[in-house]
Each structure stands twice: as structure tokens, then as C-alpha cells.
């Protein structure tokens, strides 16, 4: 009897592992959300401003579905796009990008890129994301150079370890960004000061949300913080969420808006669009974009 009782939850175990395997790899991966907050960082009476904000798309040639609905975010209206990094998964991923970010062109924008825009994935074991210490391994060499001169014709602002002033919606718009801090390549010592007084709004960008980089640009006195990178967790436990943010962020703050401690800045993190394609799984965790609506304080 105690036999086969064993045996029988040892089936039902590998049926709720096997379908909860398939509902993260099948269902929940391809459950594109649109997330939307309200940023109160504009001057009094200042009407709102729309930020579409993407990141991690990880995009391969065949993903359509990811591409098509990115390009519908098109629908939004916002007043700036800004991109934060990791869009490519594969040596021939630039015309889906595009395909998916072409509709988006038409609007103002701003990008920093991620390490998975400079070179492509390896297969990596997942539970390594669970250890302190790991070696950081990446593989082929990815076009981001012809994807840099698409946007960057359409008008858009590289802001890797840049910095510039724009007019949005009528209101000036302080930008600033650093270049991957996940893999090395961040300086903002090359775009620190503080933010201008003429300046309406400010914003800066980084891939990989590290604290030592944010901690910057909160004391320079950049309003709202743009990230990506965590994938929210990417597999969450329910009512817990994420066990890793891939960085030095805690966990409480791998996606979405928090007050960044010891100031006044916001940070929005994106839990991303796509997903290591090594592990095409996400887990209470859907893949997002978020719409940021900036009103007054």
C-alpha cells in the first residue's frame, strides 16, 4: 500500500512538473503584457507625457508573434520610446528587430544597448543564475552596428556613455545613459553633472540596473531611472517573486516602479519582452513592455 502510494505522488509530481514545464515554455513566454504606471516627477499643473518603455527583446528571425505585437505598441501614441538594451538573440535578428520596432520609428527616441546586442547566447545551466560566483560566457559576434545606424537614421538618441538635450511634447528633456555596466562597458564619469535647471524633465538609461550606476545618476539628479536586464525574475515563485535579478538589484525591486532609496528619483525596471533563448520559459513572470505616464508631483 505505502508503495504504491509513493509511486502514485511521484507520478502526479512529474504531471504538475511536466505541465507546469509546458505552460511556461508554451503558453505563459508568448503572454505579451503591457504594463502602466503613473511617474509623478513633472512640475505642477505640467500636462502628462507618455514613456513607451522596451527592453530584452532577445529577438530570432522567426519570432513574428514578438514582432507583431511590438509593432502594435505603436498604438500607444507615447511621446518617447526609449529601448533599454538586449535586443538581439541571433547573428540574423536585426530585420526581425526591425520589423518589430519600424512602426515605433516615427516616434522620438533614446537606446542603450545590452550584452546580447555586442554578442550572441550560449547554452548556460539555469540554476548557475543561483550562484554567487559564475563565469560570464558569451558567444558569436551580433550585427548591433547595422541595427545602430537604423536607429540612429531615424533620429533616435544613443545614449551608450552619452548624453544630450532634446524638446518632448513641448517640454526639454535632459537624457543620459552608460553603455552595459553587466559586462564592463559603462563610464559615466564621461556624462555626470547635474541635471540643468532648464530642463523640464530628465531621464538616464542602463541596461543591467546596477546600484553603484544608479546610485549616480540619482545623485546627479536624474528624475526617472530606465532599466532592464532582470526579466523580472523570469521563473517567480507565486506570491514570493524573484529568486535573482542577474545583478547587484535585490530582489524586491527586479521589475517594475519603486523610489530609488536616498532620493528622489524613480526606477522603472522592465521585467522584458523575450527570454534567453537557451531557456524560452518564463513563470509567473509575464513578458512585458510598460507605458509610464509622467504627471506632476
Same mark, same amino acid.
Given at each position: 500500500?505505502? %508503495?504504491?502510494?509513493?509511486?502514485?505522488?511521484?507520478?502526479?509530481?512529474?504531471?504538475?512538473?511536466?505541465?507546469?514545464?509546458?505552460?511556461?515554455?508554451?503558453?505563459?513566454?508568448?503572454?505579451?503584457?503591457?504594463?502602466?504606471?503613473?511617474?509623478?516627477?513633472?512640475?505642477?499643473?505640467?500636462?502628462?507625457?507618455?514613456?513607451?518603455?522596451?527592453?530584452?527583446?532577445?529577438?530570432?528571425?522567426?519570432?513574428?508573434? %514578438?514582432?507583431?505585437?511590438?509593432?502594435?505598441?505603436?498604438? /500607444?501614441?507615447?511621446?518617447?520610446?526609449?529601448? /533599454?538594451?538586449?535586443?538581439?538573440?541571433?547573428?540574423?535578428?536585426?530585420?526581425?528587430?526591425? $520589423?518589430?520596432?519600424?512602426?515605433?520609428?516615427?516616434?522620438?527616441?533614446?537606446?542603450?544597448?545590452?550584452?546580447?546586442?555586442?554578442?550572441?547566447?550560449?547554452? %548556460?545551466?539555469?540554476?548557475?543564475?543561483?550562484?554567487?560566483?559564475?563565469?560570464?560566457?558569451?558567444?558569436?559576434?551580433?550585427?548591433?552596428?547595422?541595427?545602430?545606424?537604423?536607429?540612429?537614421?531615424?533620429?533616435?538618441?544613443?545614449?551608450?556613455?552619452?548624453?544630450?538635450?532634446?524638446? *518632448?511634447?513641448?517640454?526639454?528633456?535632459?537624457?543620459?545613459?552608460?553603455?552595459?555596466?553587466? *559586462?564592463?562597458?559603462?563610464?559615466?564619469?564621461?556624462?555626470?553633472?547635474?541635471?540643468?535647471?532648464?530642463?523640464?524633465?530628465?531621464?538616464?538609461?542602463?541596461?543591467?540596473?546596477?546600484?553603484?550606476?544608479?546610485?549616480?545618476?540619482?545623485?546627479?539628479?536624474?528624475?526617472?531611472?530606465?532599466?532592464?536586464?532582470?526579466?523580472?525574475?523570469?521563473?517567480?515563485?507565486?506570491?514570493?517573486?524573484?529568486?535573482?535579478?542577474?545583478?547587484?538589484?535585490?530582489?524586491?525591486?527586479?521589475?517594475?516602479?519603486? $523610489?530609488?532609496?536616498?532620493?528622489?528619483?524613480?526606477?522603472?525596471?522592465?521585467?522584458?519582452?523575450?527570454?534567453?533563448?537557451?531557456?524560452?520559459?518564463?513563470?509567473?513572470?509575464?513578458?512585458?513592455?510598460?507605458?509610464?505616464?509622467? *504627471?506632476?508631483?
Amino acid at each position: 500500500m505505502r %508503495k504504491r502510494t509513493v509511486m502514485r505522488l511521484a507520478a502526479a509530481t512529474a504531471a504538475v512538473g511536466a505541465g507546469t514545464l509546458a505552460y511556461a515554455s508554451l503558453v505563459e513566454r508568448n503572454m505579451f503584457t503591457l504594463r502602466r504606471f503613473d511617474v509623478p516627477v513633472l512640475a505642477p499643473d505640467a500636462e502628462p507625457l507618455r514613456i513607451l518603455h522596451l527592453s530584452d527583446m532577445h529577438m530570432t528571425p522567426d519570432q513574428r508573434r %514578438k514582432q507583431a505585437w511590438v509593432a502594435s505598441l505603436a498604438a /500607444t501614441d507615447p511621446d518617447l520610446v526609449v529601448v /533599454t538594451g538586449d535586443n538581439l538573440a541571433h547573428p540574423d535578428a536585426v530585420p526581425g528587430a526591425l $520589423r518589430a520596432l519600424q512602426p515605433l520609428l516615427d516616434f522620438p527616441g533614446a537606446f542603450v544597448f545590452g550584452s546580447n546586442d555586442y554578442r550572441g547566447p550560449v547554452w %548556460k545551466n539555469p540554476l548557475s543564475y543561483l550562484l554567487p560566483e559564475r563565469e560570464y560566457v558569451q558567444g558569436v559576434d551580433l550585427p548591433y552596428e547595422d541595427l545602430r545606424e537604423v536607429l540612429l537614421g531615424a533620429g533616435w538618441a544613443d545614449l551608450n556613455n552619452a548624453r544630450t538635450s532634446t524638446k *518632448i511634447g513641448g517640454r526639454v528633456v535632459e537624457l543620459a545613459g552608460v553603455d552595459d555596466p553587466h *559586462i564592463g562597458r559603462d563610464d559615466w564619469d564621461q556624462v555626470a553633472g547635474p541635471v540643468p535647471e532648464q530642463a523640464d524633465l530628465s531621464v538616464a538609461l542602463t541596461h543591467s540596473p546596477e546600484p553603484r550606476v544608479l546610485d549616480r545618476m540619482a545623485a546627479d539628479g536624474f528624475d526617472l531611472l530606465l532599466a532592464g536586464h532582470t526579466h523580472g525574475g523570469q521563473v517567480c515563485v507565486p506570491f514570493v517573486g524573484a529568486l535573482v535579478t542577474n545583478c547587484e538589484l535585490p530582489t524586491s525591486m527586479a521589475k517594475g516602479l519603486h $523610489r530609488w532609496p536616498g532620493s528622489d528619483s524613480w526606477l522603472h525596471v522592465s521585467a522584458g519582452i523575450g527570454t534567453h533563448p537557451t531557456a524560452p520559459i518564463r513563470f509567473a513572470c509575464r513578458p512585458e513592455a510598460s507605458l509610464l505616464t509622467l *504627471i506632476p508631483r
